[in-house]
Structure formats: structure tokens, C-alpha cells
């Protein structure tokens, strides 16, 4: 029984722990990256960052 105990616990904690870990990692950058970004465009007046990233999509869409 203790032979199939170490695999448990180090699949559990490699893989499950692991995954899940940054699972919510990356969905917090998320969510401030959406905030932000929902933010920023709801401002009456857009920051610059934000009109500078317009821009240079907009270039990149006319320039096939």
C-alpha cells in the first residue's frame, strides 16, 4: 500500500497542486489586464499608451 502512496501524493501535488496553481495565476493577470483595459477605454480622454497601441494596429491592419 505505502508503493502506491508516493506516486499519489506526487502526482497530486506536482500535477493537480501545480496545474490548478497556475490556472489562478493566469487568471488573475487576466482579469487586471481586462480591467485595465476596460478602464483605460471608458476614460474621456484616452492615455497615450493606449492611443500609441491604436495606432500601430491600425498601421499593421492597412499594411497586408
Same mark, same amino acid.
Given at each position: ?5 508516493? *506516486?499519489? !501524493?506526487? !502526482?497530486f501535488l506536482? !500535477?493537480? !497542486?501545480? $496545474?490548478?496553481?497556475?490556472?489562478? $495565476?493566469? %487568471?488573475?493577470? %487576466? @482579469?487586471?489586464? %481586462?480591467?485595465?483595459? $476596460?478602464?483605460? #477605454?471608458? @476614460? *474621456?480622454?484616452? *492615455?497615450?499608451?493606449?492611443?500609441? =497601441?491604436?495606432a500601430k @494596429? #491600425?498601421?499593421? =491592419?492597412?499594411? *497586408?
Amino acid at each position: 500500500m505505502s508503493s502506491l502512496l508516493a *506516486p499519489f !501524493f506526487g !502526482f497530486f501535488l506536482g !500535477f493537480a !497542486f501545480g $496545474v490548478g496553481c497556475a490556472l489562478a $495565476v493566469m %487568471y488573475s493577470i %487576466y @482579469l487586471g489586464g %481586462y480591467r485595465a483595459a $476596460v478602464r483605460d #477605454a471608458a @476614460l *474621456p480622454e484616452a *492615455p497615450e499608451r493606449l492611443l500609441k =497601441q491604436r495606432a500601430k @494596429l #491600425a498601421s499593421a =491592419q492597412s499594411h *497586408p
